[in-house]
């Protein structure tokens, strides 16, 4: 029998979740046996991913239908709100068993504040005080962005006992903001040993970026970089993610217990079709990360990928960064437009759903 590569990078110490939530996951046994063959130890949602749910099927019919009989002028954001937490329950319910078998270091599931939010510090604490009291699960994460409006909110909210997902980090100036927030909430907190965060790094967009201006430049070196700037990026991270959490900075706060933020890779699927389909997976792996997989990359890493221990600490990434500078490509200012591109992206998708459950209303 073949070796399951997802559990190997399991096994090597690496959490695997999935990048998507559907109902039918929950109904059909599918989410039931992702966990039990192929290791999968946690769950990640954006607005993407749950207009692509609600709008793309009938799983949320009946639910919609008993919310509007009870009252037929429900705001949509509020029809969402329910929809969603119902599901993140659920699937926090799945991953019980895993959160209790890894102490708490595993076994989470994501739910992100409102994406019109993303520049207002005070609204994202009010949003996700309220979610994270309404699901009520201590596996859930709720999803705050590395925004300059939302680093306080991350420190205030971390200093509260509640688990946070950072996300929307390209650049190291990003993670380095998003560390600080969580050892300074951190050091609020009454009970630091009960607090989970991941630092959500974004991957794929960032060669999708960069390889856009290397091909502007059009001169075989630039060329000879298409693919190397996502990998190199988040290698550094990783290496920032070592210093800080192996060393002295950390050394109090882990003596009272306090776990270390893994980072996770986001936006791992394979964007240019002429790179392998699990390009990003193989290539990040390793001790202390999660890796958030859309359905398609799971599936595609599940049979031919190769889990290989550590291989995030390989290779030179400083070289790669030094020789894209080089050549100008400035990664900060291309980190910047890439944080706020996915800020519009999330609102615009989360404007599609209200729009979407605003037609459902008349036809369920």
Not at 46 to 62: L, R, V
Not at 202 to 216: G, H, Q
Not at 312 to 324: S, Y
Not at 326 to 340: R, S, T
């Amino acid at each position: 029998m073949k070796n399951n590569s997802l559990v190997d990078l399991e096994n090597y110490g690496q959490g695997i979740w999935l990048d998507y939530i559907r109902r039918d996951l929950f109904s059909s046994g599918e989410l039931k046996r992702l966990i039990e063959q192929d290791g999968l130890t946690g769950m990640t949602s954006n607005p993407t991913i749950f207009e692509k749910a609600i709008s793309g099927s009938s799983d949320y019919d009946a639910q919609l239908r008993e919310l509007l009989e009870g009252n037929p002028k429900t705001p949509a954001d509020v029809l969402y709100e329910k929809i969603a937490i119902q599901d993140i329950q659920t699937a926090a319910d799945f991953f019980m068993p895993v959160y209790q078998s890894k102490e708490k270091g595993d076994g989470y599931v994501s739910l992100e504040v409102s994406p019109y939010l993303a520049h207002d510090t005070k609204g994202t604490i009010e949003q996700a005080r309220r979610l994270w009291a309404t699901v009520a699960r201590p596996n859930i994460m709720i999803k705050v962005p590395a925004t300059k409006e939302g680093i306080p909110a991350i420190v205030t909210l971390i200093g509260e006992g509640i688990n946070i997902n950072i996300t929307l980090m390209f650049t190291m100036a990003h993670y380095e903001a998003v560390v600080q927030a969580y050892i300074q909430g951190l050091q609020r907190a009454r009970k630091p040993e009960g607090i989970a965060s991941v630092a959500s790094f974004f991957v794929s967009r960032v060669d999708t970026a960069v390889d856009k201006a290397l091909e502007a430049l059009g001169t075989q070196e630039a060329l000879d970089l298409r693919g190397q700037a996502a990998i190199a990026n988040s290698r550094m991270v990783y290496r920032r993610f070592l210093e800080i959490f192996e060393g002295p900075t950390f050394t109090a706060l882990h003596k009272k217990g306090a776990r270390v933020q893994r980072p996770l890779w986001a936006s791992t699927g394979t964007k240019n079709p002429a790179y392998s389909d699990v390009l990003y997976v193989e290539e990040l792996a390793g001790l202390n990360t999660v890796d958030t997989m859309p359905p398609e990359t799971l599936k595609n890493f599940r049979d031919h990928g190769i889990a290989k221990k550590d291989e995030v600490e390989k290779g030179q990434p400083q070289e790669i960064l030094a020789r894209l500078a080089k050549l100008g490509i400035d990664l900060n200012a291309l980190g910047e437009k890439l944080q706020q591109d996915g800020v519009d992206s999330f609102a615009a998708s989360f404007k599609k759903l209200l729009s979407a459950l605003e037609e459902k209303r008349g036809t369920v």
